[in-house]
């Protein structure tokens, strides 16, 4: 059971980019693999570009991208980069690794 | 890693200038900040950064050249009140859309970094603040912000410096503030990836005296100009005086003009003082000093010339009521707008203040003569440099306009060297020395000119007579047999 069934809570991290760059896509699967991999497929990823809707940047006071906010549940909390170490985002995240 | 900023020489000339419009500022740059570039202001807390960031903006705006003052600190609601006393109508500008504040947020606390990551939305939002507007100035206050929330690895470096980058191709130039580093100009280093210009902000408190000095440095390249500049902050905004060239350089001047006393123009061939020249007249207490210069303000008026007098010791009733003692009739000179009068206490202010006040009547009124009563208050209060340095500039700052200027000292000894008078004589064309000597049982008053730069002149001692009718200067005194001048 992964945590976020254990727990029966609906988990939302949004990721931020300017664009699909290849930073972007990098950035995109290293974390579907880490959410899944620890809250399970229900787990939900929203991808928000900010070169479409820019009003979110200032919204969200996001100034480095790819930046990756755990939205629900809270806290709220906020990972730059491309999300090459795993442990590190869940850390960044506040997310328990599921055994 | 201290590469220069890529060459646009070819399309976009490094030497075009965009002016701050902040006074006194744009002499000492060339005629402004490097177009399309960003120009570092680094200084403490307090140093004065924030402030003239804003005046770029702001003063461009008024300008018709609209302008975006990003802070990474402030709310824009609390920037319009700081900044609602400027002399720029900040809120004004803002209504009228030239001019927009804007708060960049960025959450407390840091960040974890997890790999590669670039500034890109950052961009974005500043590109918004430059669209709204139409944005060519940009301010950011301050960059440093950045640090406190992400390490400064190479990825963090390397994005500012694709930042500036990014604002130079979008024609964009920007005052950057930063925080003052220990052997480097900027705590984090940030000027390895800005232009060449770097403005440093000092701010401290020297012998009871708030002082504040900015510097100009271009430290890449041939020019290496590292002159320091005073300037005064207020609630309406900062302003720089330049430090002119020496009087050393000044053309020599030809016209002379009365001293407002016929016979002490005698005693000077050619009849008064050249035009444009500067003299001291020192003496003791009570010796006269005040009457000599106004003798000469009232002659200017009456030539039809605007006259300014300083004074640092009596109030204006008093010069006025001190001076009908002699037949000089000041109040016409006021009705008709020819004469100014300005006193001052000289501890209320520092000597830039001071020096920052003349010249700002200097501009407005601008005045042929100019009685400076006693300069002696004004210069005591500074360290030997600080008083040659802050002399120097005055006189400058009036030989730069061609005033002729008048200047008293207060000694208190007649006999004896005093280092203040050594240093203000040594600046001056002309050096008058009023005193006191008893002679036939009587105290008399005396003048004598101990020095006059490029003019023959009497170098006896003469009485000084105070008439109903102004100023006389009779013949040359006999030896008296006891001797009260000053030296």
Not at chain 1, 62 to 79: D, L, Q, S, Y
Not at chain 2, 129 to 140: C, I, S
Not at chain 2, 273 to 299: E, P, W
Not at chain 2, 371 to 388: A, K, M, Q, W
Request: net charge negative; charged share 25%; with cysteine.
């Amino acid at each position: 059971m992964s945590a976020a069934e254990r727990e029966g809570e609906r988990w939302l991290v949004r990721l931020y980019v300017a664009g699909m760059t290849p930073t972007a896509h990098r950035a995109l699967s290293n974390l579907e693999a880490i959410i899944h991999d620890n809250l399970g497929e229900d787990a939900e990823i929203e991808v928000v570009d900010l070169l479409e809707r820019p009003q979110l940047a200032e919204d969200e006071k996001i100034f480095a991208v790819p930046t990756a906010v755990r939205h629900m549940p809270e806290p709220i909390r906020k990972v730059i980069g491309d999300f090459s170490d795993a442990e590190k985002t869940l850390v960044g995240l506040d997310i328990r690794p599921s055994r | 890693m201290n590469e220069s900023p890529p060459d646009h020489s070819a399309t976009d000339p490094y030497n075009e200038r965009v002016p701050t419009y902040i006074d006194g500022l744009d002499i000492v740059l060339g005629g402004g900040l490097p177009a399309g570039r960003s120009t570092l202001v680094a200084g403490g807390p307090g140093a004065g950064k924030t402030v003239m960031a804003m005046e770029f903006v702001a003063r461009g705006a008024a300008r018709g050249e609209p302008g975006v003052f990003l802070s990474f600190e402030q709310g824009a609601e609390q920037l319009r009140r700081d900044f609602s006393s400027f002399a720029a109508d900040v809120p004004g500008l803002i209504d009228g859309g030239t001019l927009l504040l804007r708060h960049i947020g960025i959450d407390g606390g840091s960040f974890e970094e997890v790999g590669e990551y670039t500034l890109d939305a950052l961009k974005i939002r500043i590109g918004a603040a430059l669209d709204q507007v139409g944005a060519t100035r940009l301010a950011m206050d301050t960059l440093d912000t950045l640090f406190a929330h992400l390490r400064g690895t190479e990825t963090l470096r390397g994005e500012i410096r694709h930042l500036f980058e990014w604002l130079h191709e979008r024609g964009v130039t920007a005052v950057i503030t930063a925080e003052q580093g220990q052997g480097t100009f900027t705590r984090h280093g940030i000027e390895a990836y800005v232009s060449d210009c770097v403005i440093l902000l000092d701010h401290r408190v020297l012998e009871g005296l708030s002082t504040r000095r900015a510097r100009v440095l271009k430290y890449r390249g041939a020019s290496h100009n590292d002159d320091e500049h005073p300037f005064l902050i207020d609630a309406t905004g900062f302003s720089l005086i330049p430090i002119l060239t020496t009087h050393l350089e000044h053309d020599a001047p030809r016209e002379q003009v009365s001293t407002g006393m016929p016979t002490f123009d005698d005693l000077i061939k050619g009849g008064g003082y050249f035009r444009g020249s500067s003299t001291v007249v020192s003496g003791t207490a009570g010796t006269g000093k005040s009457s000599v210069v106004l003798s000469y303000l009232d002659a200017a008026c009456r030539r039809g010339e605007r006259a300014l007098y300083l004074s640092f010791e009596e109030s204006e009733s008093q010069i006025m009521r001190n001076m009908e003692s002699i037949g000089l009739d000041l109040s016409r000179w006021l009705d008709e707008g020819l004469l100014k009068v300005r006193a001052r206490r000289p501890a209320q202010h520092g000597l830039e203040a001071h020096l920052t006040e003349i010249e700002r009547l200097l501009h407005q009124f601008r005045p042929r003569a100019v009685g400076v009563d006693p300069i002696t208050n004004l210069i005591t209060v500074g360290s030997e440099t600080t008083t040659r340095a802050m002399l120097t500039r005055l006189v400058d700052m009036l030989k730069e306009r061609d005033v002729t200027a008048i200047y008293t000292a207060l000694v208190y000894s007649s006999t004896g060297t005093d280092r203040h008078l050594a240093s203000v004589s040594s600046v001056m064309d002309t050096w008058v020395v009023l005193g006191s000597v008893y002679q036939e049982g009587e105290r008399k008053r005396t003048i004598h000119i101990r020095k006059s730069r490029g003019i023959q002149h009497s170098h006896a001692l003469h009485e000084l007579i105070m008439t109903d009718d102004g100023l006389e200067v009779g013949g040359p005194m006999d030896e008296p047999s006891t001797v009260e001048s000053s030296r």
